[in-house]
Nanobody, 126 residues
């Protein structure tokens, strides 16, 4: 089992930047894939960006390509999401999640992940 704790959320104006962090503890050696999801009020949870830490492969939602960068520091067991050129539509609760089983399927499918953090709020004002 992996425990995840997010931080770094906050309120910024449009065009600003934030960096989210997600520290993992527990059985981190078994992590196959880590992901950032977000959920705005009244909307479904959507995949933002994912990384396979052992190979460095990354995936992004079309809405954030070119603006967000996902990375992972193996030594610190920490997942990051650098968010630049933020827009009001990026406002949401952001969650990190981990797949420690090796579930096949799309990186953006919530059922792929068996460990979730509690979330950190990002608010972008116009």
């Amino acid at each position: 089992q992996v425990q995840l704790v997010e931080s770094g959320g906050g309120s910024v104006q449009a065009g600003g930047s934030l960096r989210l962090s997600c520290v993992a503890s527990g059985d981190t050696y078994s992590t196959h894939c880590m992901v950032w999801f977000r959920q705005a009020p009244g909307k479904e949870r959507e995949g933002v960006a994912a990384i396979y830490p052992t190979v460095g492969m990354t995936f992004y939602a079309d809405s954030v390509k070119g603006r967000f960068t996902v990375s992972h520091d193996n030594a610190k067991n920490t997942l990051y999401l650098q968010m630049n050129s933020l827009k009001p539509e990026d406002t949401a609760m952001y969650y990190c999640a981990a797949d420690t089983v090796g579930v096949t399927g799309s990186w953006s499918a919530t059922q792929k992940y068996n460990s979730w953090g509690q979330g950190t709020q990002v608010t972008v004002s116009s």
